[in-house]
């Protein structure tokens, strides 16, 4: 019957090591498993239960002594051996890594004629010996080196932490200035291309002239849809700045759902989607900002179009309490993965490789700047209220479909949004 092979753990960042340590141990029978990383280390660790970790004190990450001081707080490794295999070679050294934890500290450079027999002694329960004295000092010298090792790295993620601050605000700003640039321009090619479409010579000609006259109808619907990318840029960055300042009043959200389906219709003769919407069953009457929640309703409507396939339905209830009203966007569409649920909610986050991105917003599984969603939620946030998607999972081939549910409150107070 062939004995089981033990298996070796090696953390080590320097390959000619690593493979030497490897080579020499498999050729003694054992299996043997590297990591780079002292993470990496700890995760196989985990994952394996190895037999003896072997570990280099100085690595790119975590240090082997910070390694055995986590996987020695855990009851599973409390008695697996744990050996440093290092080129720190002081007494001072050997005294801190033993009081780290570790049951035997073997030198660099490596006598693999002996490294195998040393393994086996560390397997049957052998340890190295340390002067009690000698191991009292080394475990204050330990602490005081962990606790001043945690502060720089506080310190550090301080630093950095503060630097990503200030780029984030680099950035919204950086957008925010971006949009605003484009719009003027884009205003006055606008305007001028209305100029020319109503002056008298051009309208007879793109009357008799049928491709002058979808020449023109693309040029104007290019611009639109880039008016709309701007707005939809500018509400998100406005969002995100604490500048959107609501214009809280009586609306009836039943109208402004029916106005967002209205405006649907011309998408809808393109794509062939059924949108199930009652009026009557919607409430009439609650507290917030009506040009916002159109603007969040006509999103959360676009989103579900673009993913529900030619011949699919979309769902759209809404129920009311005396302190809340509840919006529900349901389709049979492809659905939203599960790891995707939260993330779909953040700024430019985009659904799908964007080697296929696709320019329209209504086609199916068609492209965007990833801005709609994002700005759902500001809007909602922004009212007090929260959204959230509910779906089994994506399947393009089964359409497990998606219910995008927002809770609003009937009275809305501007809250500032949370960060997206």
Do not use: C
Not at 30 to 46: C, K, N, T
Not at 231 to 246: A, F, G, H, K, Y
């Amino acid at each position: 019957m062939t004995a089981i092979k033990r298996t070796i753990l090696y953390i080590e960042d320097d390959p000619a090591s690593r493979s030497l340590v490897e080579r020499t141990l498999n050729h003694a029978g054992y299996r043997v498993l590297v990591a780079e990383r002292g993470l990496e280390g700890i995760d196989i660790a985990r994952r394996e239960s190895p037999d003896l970790i072997l570990t280099d004190i100085n690595l790119p990450d975590l240090s082997g002594r910070e390694i055995t001081t986590t996987l020695r707080s855990e009851s599973r490794f409390q008695r697996t051996p744990i050996v440093a295999l290092t080129a720190q070679a002081y007494n001072e050294h050997r005294a801190l890594t033993m009081a780290a934890g570790v049951n035997g500290y073997l030198t660099k450079p490596i006598d693999v004629e002996a490294l195998p027999e040393r393994v086996e002694y560390y397997l049957s329960g052998g340890s190295d010996f340390i002067d009690q004295e000698a191991l009292s000092q080394a475990k204050t010298q330990y602490t005081q080196e962990i606790v001043g090792r945690l502060e720089a790295q506080i310190r550090d993620l301080e630093a950095s932490n503060n630097t990503l601050l200030r780029l984030d605000k680099m950035k919204d700003t950086f957008i925010q200035l971006t949009a605003h640039e484009l719009r003027t321009p884009l205003t006055l090619v606008y305007g001028y291309s209305r100029l020319i479409e109503d002056a008298p010579q051009i309208k007879n000609v793109i009357q008799r002239d049928e491709d002058l006259n979808t020449l023109m109808t693309g040029l104007q619907d290019a611009i639109k849809r880039m008016q709309g990318i701007i707005n939809e840029i500018l509400t998100i960055s406005r969002i995100m700045t604490n500048q959107t300042d609501l214009s809280i009043g009586p609306i009836n959200p039943g109208q402004v759902m029916e106005k967002v389906v209205a405006s649907a219709q011309a998408v809808l003769t393109a794509r062939p989607v059924n949108i199930h919407f009652d009026r009557a069953a919607w409430p009439e009457k609650m507290r917030a900002d009506a040009d916002m929640i159109g603007l969040a309703f006509a999103n959360l409507v676009s989103n579900a179009i673009k993913y529900t396939p030619d011949g699919g339905d979309i769902y759209l209830t809404a129920s009311a309490t005396e302190q809340q009203v509840r919006i529900s966007v349901k389709d049979t569409g492809i659905g939203v993965a599960t790891d995707e649920q939260v993330r779909i909610f953040e700024r430019f986050h985009t659904a799908g490789d964007t080697q296929l991105h696709s320019t329209s917003k209504t086609a199916f599984r068609g492209g965007g700047l990833g801005l709609g969603l994002s700005v759902v939620k500001g809007i909602v946030e922004a009212h007090g209220g929260k959204i959230w998607v509910e779906s089994p999972g994506l399947d393009p081939e089964k359409l497990p479909g998606s219910e995008f549910i927002a809770e609003l409150p009937v009275v809305a107070t501007y809250r500032q949004p949370n960060k997206l």
